[in-house]
T-cell receptor
Framework: DAGVIQSPRHEVTEMGQEVTLRCKPI?????LFWYRQTMMRGLELLIY????????DSGMPEDRFSAKMPNASFSTLKIQPSEPRDSAVYFC????????????????FGPGTRLTVL | AQSVTQLGSHVSVSEGALVLLRCNYS??????LFWYVQYPNQGLQLLLK??????LVKGINGFEAEFKKSETSFHLTKPSAHMSDAAEYFC??????????????FGTGTQLKVEL
């Protein structure tokens, strides 16, 4: 399996521009998570989906952030308009219920998108 | 509510020395516990996990961790550090009874430095 795929790997944009980050989860995984990682705040859960439905978006910082999952193999995280304080590494992760034994809740992470907002 | 505390944001060891990274958790239900490693400019990779089976869990790259319910701890150890172990390590907890995919609560991470 290719693992969780994220694109782009690096994004540099100017303040006020719209930014769209993309994620393809591992096939068969029905949970998808978006995280943000910064030096100041560490690893923060922004939102997660189960079967394409948002379950908990309490970590989304403000209305400028939105996330969608139109189908089981694709999700987007959009920032509009972007601000310098949004600069961070954004990770997508996916997981599935355990099979043939107790569920493990293990999450598989993508390589991340490094966003720089100037 | 669940939480994780990692003691020591930075740990430095000599190559060949014991590695000990501390993690204490709080959970209202029997937890599932995880250690992840993050190498520079990469995503998080699972090192090992505890899911209510054996309390001593062995993971990749020679790491292991012991679940101690009485101490609410899940410390990560490796007998002999290697230069390639230099990375950031995250402890995480999940409320296991609710099944796969439930969200993980991560600690703040410990940066491991290995010196010659």
């Amino acid at each position: 399996d290719a693992g969780v795929i994220q694109s782009p790997r690096h994004e540099v944009t100017e303040m006020g521009q719209e930014v769209t980050l993309r994620c393809k989860p591992i096939s068969g995984h029905d949970y998808l998570f978006w995280y943000r990682q910064t030096m100041m705040r560490g690893l923060e859960l922004l939102i997660y989906f189960n079967n394409n439905v948002p379950i908990d978006d309490s970590g989304m910082p403000e209305d400028r952030f939105s996330a969608k999952m139109p189908n089981a193999s694709f999700s987007t995280l959009k920032i509009q308009p972007s601000e310098p304080r949004d600069s961070a590494v954004y990770f997508c992760a996916s997981s599935r219920p355990g099979t043939g034994g107790p569920p493990t809740n293990e999450q598989f992470f993508g390589p991340g998108t490094r966003l720089t907002v100037l | 509510a669940q939480s994780v505390t990692q003691l020591g944001s930075h740990v430095s060891v000599s190559e060949g020395a014991l590695v000990l990274l501390r993690c204490n958790y709080s959970s209202s239900v029997p937890p599932y516990l995880f250690w992840y490693v993050q190498y520079p400019n990469q995503g998080l990779q699972l090192l090992l996990k505890y899911t209510s089976a054996a309390t001593l869990v062995k993971g990749i790259n020679g790491f292991e961790a012991e679940f101690k319910k009485s101490e609410t701890s899940f410390h990560l150890t490796k007998p002999s550090a290697h230069m390639s172990d230099a990375a950031e390590y995250f402890c995480a907890v999940s409320e296991g009874l609710t099944g796969g995919g439930n969200k993980l609560t991560f600690g703040t991470g410990t940066q491991l430095k290995v010196e010659l």
